[in-house]
T-cell receptor, first 111, second 113 residues
Framework: GQNIDQPTEMTATEGAIVQINCTYQTSGFNGLFWYQQHAGEAPTFLSYNVLDGLEEKGRFSSFLSRSKGYSYLLLKELQMKDSASYLCADTRRDSGYALNFGKGTSLLVTP | DAGVTQSPTHLIKTRGQHVTLRCSPISGHKSVSWYQQVLGQGPQFIFQYYEKEERGRGNFPDRFSARQFPNYSSELNVNALLLGDSALYLC????????????FGQGTRLTVV
């Protein structure tokens, strides 16, 4: 994706908390999405942020700072089933608001 | 209620051939987008349609084309296939495209040999 940066891989322990960071280009920015993708499956929606601040949804929370071009996804009480790829995607005014994905962060949850 | 459906699920084609991939959006959704996902990478945007009009195009060659029909279903066409076109092709539907949650189909796995 165009200037979407997120770590390639992360490992965390079951029951722990993990934070996946994402940075994007602020010029033309509209909103920020997080998707989860298990191997061999379609991406599924997790969150959408357009305003600064934290959005909480159960075990998952997402944060956005528009001025810093920064977002993170916070996963609490990790479960083995959370092992997946987490995709950060922005939407931009200059590209018809289509999802512009990063390469994804592969999260491995270990016992 | 059915989700986004794509057909076929798997396809093997020879270099130089043409392929048509199909997508039916969720009932009531007027926007359809197409993405290409190579193994180990995030999906790359190809096209977006809303109300049968093209609203956006990604950085793909003219061999790639698409259209949206009056019932909001969509086709993605790829001509003169190259080995590098081998990928998972994902279709996503949403209510109105911009700033609305996109629901993805299971994708079509295209292998070019």
């Amino acid at each position: 994706g165009q200037n979407i940066d997120q770590p390639t891989e992360m490992t965390a322990t079951e029951g722990a908390i993990v934070q996946i960071n994402c940075t994007y280009q602020t010029s033309g920015f509209n909103g920020l999405f997080w998707y989860q993708q298990h191997a061999g499956e379609a991406p599924t929606f997790l969150s959408y942020n357009v305003l600064d601040g934290l959005e909480e949804k159960g075990r998952f929370s997402s944060f956005l700072s528009r001025s810093k071009g920064y977002s993170y996804l916070l996963l609490k009480e990790l479960q083995m089933k959370d092992s997946a790829s987490y995709l950060c995607a922005d939407t931009r005014r200059d590209s018809g608001y289509a999802l512009n994905f990063g390469k994804g962060t592969s999260l491995l949850v270990t016992p | 209620d059915a989700g986004v459906t794509q057909s076929p699920t798997h396809l093997i084609k020879t270099r130089g051939q043409h392929v048509t991939l199909r997508c039916s959006p969720i009932s009531g959704h007027k926007s359809v987008s197409w993405y290409q996902q190579v193994l180990g990478q995030g999906p790359q945007f190809i096209f977006q349609y809303y109300e049968k009009e093209e609203r956006g195009r990604g950085n793909f060659p003219d061999r790639f084309s698409a259209r949206q029909f009056p019932n909001y279903s969509s086709e993605l066409n790829v001509n003169a296939l190259l080995l590098g076109d081998s990928a998972l092709y994902l279709c996503a539907s949403s209510l109105w495209g911009a700033n609305s949650e996109a629901f993805f189909g299971q994708g079509t796995r295209l292998t070019v040999v």
